[in-house]
């Protein structure tokens, strides 16, 4: 017989937390954000952490490796999208890892003989004010020089003149050898005020850069999620059709986690995929799965052998799967379920299977909402799309500054690897292609965001995840708080922190 779950579908907006009793050691700078990330025995630590319970959404449109690095540096973990042909998302996190904390692989670089037009264009999309110049113009080529945006201007300059004719040669220039430690890089940095101090190797070809504006982040930044090489972390999604190949090619690259990135888990091909990874690969790396929206789906998968749970379908701000196809339920009432069975299944296997909220998070305190119901840490799309970091295009829209941002299921993302349609045309979108409003870079936006969370917990008596978890006071609000929360006052300024 049909089964209709007696309680209503719930969003995260419906709940509001109900402060608990501040002690004085209850304070900020005391709030231990730090979430486990993979499956762990109850009671002991889990292998892998991050500081700030935050990862970015498996998509095109948010997760390149400068934005993975960005939030590494931050605390959070990037997963970096499987919608591109193994090669290319093995070399996405192959450039993640290959940016050693300070010395990082040389990106922007330029040969001599290219033309200063060129040089302008390369700067231009990459929004860096300065090159590197190799003899081949790679990362890895000879040495010859840098060339930045100060060295020449197009209306004294001519564009179509070389390279070579404006940069500062490499016999002018400061450069450190390869056996340099970062704390004498970063000396060198100030002692000759140098932005980019070149590393270049005994035969003089270019080994790495380090940045002053690097050295800067680093001392700003104190939580960054690293390796026990010191290389940044990163995550990658895969699917459950080619993971024979690219669980492999990822691992091989250097991924710490992996997630099937699906908008449904609940299936006999996410079980084999995981089967996979721990017979076949003998567990080499933890693998995520999901999503789901209810305790079965959640058992499921970490029976067979899921490091986390992703829950949340149907919820993405570009999501129209329940409009497509009918499926999903409230984060929030998803989250209490799932949470409820990852709790018994602590108590049944000794085994804590942390779970990931994903999706539909309109607002910051949707966060605190998510983790207060009980969620060990939080993937964003949109969020992250607004930023600087992010790979989508900045977009001006009747004077005012966008970034694009498209789901995964929409024809814009042609899912071709896992919709089994035909190559050019999807049956039916399950996401849509638009605009999110530009918020500027993602350093300033974190450090707001975890601030406020942090209030939350201070209000709500708690210093860390698992406190909050236990202790939380949440309340439903009536049709009728929403209406008195709509009253409006006109804003004396335009700008202000919306909180989205
Ligand atoms: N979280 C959400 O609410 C939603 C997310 N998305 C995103 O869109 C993208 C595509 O998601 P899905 O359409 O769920 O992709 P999917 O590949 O998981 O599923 C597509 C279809 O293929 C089937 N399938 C999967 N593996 C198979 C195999 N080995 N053999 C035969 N059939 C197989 C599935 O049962 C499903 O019918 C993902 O990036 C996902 O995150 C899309 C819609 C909603
Ligand atoms: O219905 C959907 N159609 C899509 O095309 C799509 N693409 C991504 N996703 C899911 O949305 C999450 C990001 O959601 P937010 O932008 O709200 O953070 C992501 O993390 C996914 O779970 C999709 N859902
Ligand atoms: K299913």
């Known amino acids: 017989m049909v089964q209709i779950l007696p309680e209503v579908s719930r969003t995260l907006n419906e709940y509001l937390l109900v402060p608990n009793l501040t002690t004085e050691d209850c304070v900020p700078d005391n709030v231990d954000l730090s979430a486990p990330i993979v499956r762990h025995p109850v009671g002991e630590i889990s292998p892998l952490r991050i500081a700030v319970p935050l990862v970015s959404a498996i998509m095109m449109a948010v997760s390149s490796p400068r934005l993975a690095i960005a939030l590494a540096q931050t605390g959070g ?32 670089n330029i040969k001599p003989s290219a033309t200063l037009g060129e040089v302008s264009r390369l700067l231009r999309a990459a929004e860096r004010d300065i090159a590197v110049v190799t003899e081949d113009g790679t990362g890895t080529g000879r040495f010859v020089g840098l060339i930045a945006t100060t060295d020449f201007h197009p209306q004294r300059h001519d564009l179509n003149g070389t390279v070579e004719s404006r940069m500062r040669p490499a016999h002018q220039l400061v450069t450190a050898p390869t056996t340099i430690s970062l704390s004498d890089a970063n000396t060198m940095l ?15 070809h270019l080994a790495s850069i380090v940045l002053r504006r690097d050295y800067e982040l680093h001392k700003q930044f104190r939580n960054e999620s690293i390796d026990d090489d010191k290389r940044f972390r990163v995550g990658a999604g895969i699917n459950t059709r080619d993971y024979r190949d690219r669980i492999p090619a990822l691992v091989e690259a250097g991924a710490d986690v992996l997630c099937i990135d699906s908008s449904d888990g609940y299936s006999v091909w996410q079980q084999r995929t995981l089967a996979y990874a721990a017979q076949e690969l003998g567990g080499v790396v933890p693998v995520g799965a999901g999503n789901v929206v209810d305790g079965r789906a959640f058992r499921y998968l970490a029976d067979a052998g899921a490091a986390f749970v992703k829950v949340g379908i149907g919820g993405g701000s570009i999501c129209i799967t329940r409009d497509q196809k009918g499926i999903g339920r409230g984060q929030a ?38 983790l207060a119901l009980g969620a060990d840490f939080i993937m964003l799309g949109r969020y992250f799309a607004r930023f600087d970091e992010s790979p989508s295009n900045l977009v001006n829209l009747d004077g005012q500054m966008f970034k694009e941002y498209w789901g995964e299921g929409s024809q814009r993302a042609r899912n071709v690897t896992r919709y089994d349609q035909a190559e050019t045309e999807l049956a039916f979108e399950e996401g849509v292609d638009g605009y999110v409003p ?54 004396r300024t335009g700008e202000r922190d919306s909180g989205r």
Request: proline letters at 3%; glycine letters at 8%.
């Open 77 to 108: 973990l990037g997963f970096i999208h499987q919608n591109q042909d193994v090669a290319a998302q093995a070399k996405q996190v192959g450039a993640v890892k290959r940016h050693k904390a300070g010395f990082r692989h040389s990106d922007i």
């Open 190 to 204: 100030w002692d000759h005020r140098l932005d980019l101090l070149p590393v270049v190797t005994a035969e003089g």
């Open 333 to 370: 009432s998803a989250l209490i379920d799932v949470v409820a069975e990852r709790d018994r299944y602590a108590q049944e296997t000794g085994v804590y299977v942390p779970i990931c909220c994903d999706g539909g998070l309109l607002a910051d305190y949707h966060m605190a909402v998510a």
């Open 438 to 491: 530009y918020a500027g870079s993602l350093y300033p936006n974190i450090a707001r965001t975890t601030a406020k969370l942090r209030a939350t917990m201070v209000s709500c008596g708690a210093t860390t995840l698992p406190a909050f978890h236990r202790d939380a006071v949440l309340v439903q609000v009536s049709q009728q708080s929403y209406q008195q929360n709509g009253a409006e006052v006109r804003l």
